[in-house]
């Protein structure tokens, strides 16, 4: 029952730009979209979250749509060490205060010389 | 290094015979959280802990056990592992259980049920 929809592989060239898309159209107001990544079989690793406004950290940015039904995930400059899954995740409230992270099955990066 | 920690990172064993993988974290986390990672089912949640003796099942619960008796850690117990329990486990932490909190990935161990 993941609430994202992704592209399952994409390639991108190194020193380019990956833009990474993800839908999440029935996404609830006050539902953060998460992004992790995995490499080989690692532990997942996080790169980002937001809720409503573009974000940018270290790693990426995260540009969502106004509606708030997509977004995509820009590594600006990819290497090959960035050659991974990456999960685009809705974590969604359970009782009390708590909630979880619904993994889907991601969109496998290629990272080519 | 704040990081989670878990034992074994592989191990092969036989239907029945009772297992632990534990799992540790030194950044004084009140959540952690275990998941099953198998081939085009992606990661699903087993059991998770919002605190000290607070535990709750996650999605896929059945033939498993935890326990959260310090903050620090959270073993996951096979009483009877069975074949379908072949997979990598991943335990994660986080501060809290909110929904801003970034949850920390250990580095998985990978389990085989013979």
């Known amino acids: 029952d993941a609430k994202t929809t992704q592209p399952p592989s994409m390639d991108c060239a190194e020193g380019r730009a990956a833009n990474l898309p993800c839908n999440h159209s029935?996404?609830?107001?006050?539902?953060?979209v998460y992004w992790y990544r995995q490499i080989h079989s690692q532990g997942p690793q996080y790169i980002i979250h937001?809720?409503?406004n573009n974000e940018t950290n270290e790693m990426a940015s995260l540009i969502i749509t106004e509606d708030r039904k997509s977004s995509t995930l820009i590594l600006p400059h990819a290497t090959l060490r960035d050659t991974a899954v990456y999960y685009c995740?809705?974590?969604?409230?359970?009782?009390?205060?708590?909630?979880?992270?619904?993994f889907g099955t991601g969109t496998r990066l290629q990272v080519f010389p | 290094e704040a990081q989670v920690t878990q034992n074994p990172r592989y191990l092969i064993t036989v239907t029945g015979k009772k297992l632990t993988v534990t799992c540790s974290q030194n950044?004084?986390?009140?959540?952690m959280s275990w998941y099953r990672q198998d081939p085009g089912l992606g990661l699903r949640q087993i059991y998770y802990?919002?605190?000290?003796?607070?535990?709750d099942k996650g999605d896929v619960p059945e033939g498993y056990k935890v326990s959260r008796k310090e903050k620090r850690n959270f073993p996951l117990i096979l009483e009877s592992p069975s074949p379908n329990q072949t997979s990598l486990y991943f335990c994660?932490?986080?501060?809290?259980?909110?929904?801003?909190?970034?949850?920390?990935f250990g580095p998985g161990t990978r389990l085989t049920v013979l």
């Open positions: 802990s919002m605190n000290v003796e607070v535990t």
């Open positions: 994660a932490s986080s501060l809290l259980a909110g929904f801003t909190d970034t949850q920390y």
């Open positions: 937001g809720l409503k």
């Open positions: 029935t996404i609830s107001g006050n539902e953060y």
């Open positions: 950044m004084n986390h009140e959540y």
């Open positions: 995740i809705v974590r969604v409230p359970l009782r009390g205060n708590t909630d979880k992270l619904i």
